[in-house]
């Protein structure tokens, strides 16, 4: 059974780099792996799409191995402002279906 | 604000109604995707569309439907709704159907079922 894992919850504290991993056990070959940022009450937010390797953008890194099973969001110095939850999104290569994280909710501590 | 719009924002209704809810994507996406967030809980992938044609579909229950029409606007359609169908459901747009999946989410349908 294709799944999308990542740790249900971490802390951190202002300042403090952060590394949420995200294990992708069936992605499809074609897919891009994407990360979302959610608020309470909010839509998801996109944050950052990487395909292989590293990618980084203003907000965000994005580290994927050349296996492609694991992918990992880097936020370097958070504020408190970063707390929320974050998701990874896969697309399962067995059935076309997306498939996200169960979420990891971030706690930014001053 | 993420240009995909939703109505309506909330929905009160009772068990056994029928629904439909509406969402308009960001202007040029082609790509318009249905999930459902229960309270505390992930998001569940319903249904895709892609330029009118159902391009994947998640677990959505058969007495849910949806629909993508020619100005690209979808209408997700609940219907013999029970208590455990109170949720947010988000719809997303895209520019691509495959493969590449920054989507932009609506502000949700907050439906509640009493």
């Known amino acids: 059974l294709a799944k999308t894992t990542q740790p249900i919850s971490m802390d951190s504290y202002e300042g403090q780099e952060v590394n949420i991993t995200c294990s992708h056990n069936?992605?499809?070959?074609?897919?891009?792996i994407t990360w979302y940022q959610q608020f309470p009450s909010q839509g998801p937010r996109f944050i950052i799409q990487?395909?292989?390797t590293k990618v980084t953008n203003e907000v965000a890194s994005l580290f994927i191995p050349a296996d492609r099973k694991s992918s990992t969001l880097s936020l370097p110095r958070v504020s408190l402002s970063d707390t929320a939850v974050y998701y990874c999104?896969?697309?399962?290569?067995?059935?076309?279906?997306?498939?996200f994280g169960g979420g990891t909710r971030l706690m930014v501590k001053p | 604000d993420s240009g995909v719009t939703q109505t309506p924002k909330h929905l009160i209704t009772a068990t056994g109604q029928r629904v439909t809810l509406r969402c308009s994507p960001r202007?040029?996406?082609?790509?318009v995707y249905w999930y459902q967030q229960s309270l505390d809980q992930g998001l569940q992938f319903l249904i895709q569309?892609?330029?009118?044609?159902?391009?994947a579909k998640g677990n959505i229950l058969e007495r849910f439907s949806a629909q993508q029409f020619p100005d690209l606007h979808s209408e997700l359609n609940l219907s013999s709704l029970e208590l455990g169908d109170s949720a947010l459901y988000f719809c997303?747009?895209?520019?691509?159907?495959?493969?590449?999946?920054?989507?932009?989410f609506g502000p949700g349908t907050r439906l509640t079922v009493t």
């Open positions: 069936n992605i499809a070959t074609n897919d891009y």
């Open positions: 990487g395909y292989k």
């Open positions: 202007s040029g996406d082609l790509s």
């Open positions: 999104l896969g697309n399962n290569n067995a059935g076309n279906m997306l498939t």
């Open positions: 997303a747009s895209s520019v691509s159907g495959v493969g590449d999946y920054e989507q932009y």
């Open positions: 569309y892609y330029n009118g044609e159902e391009r």
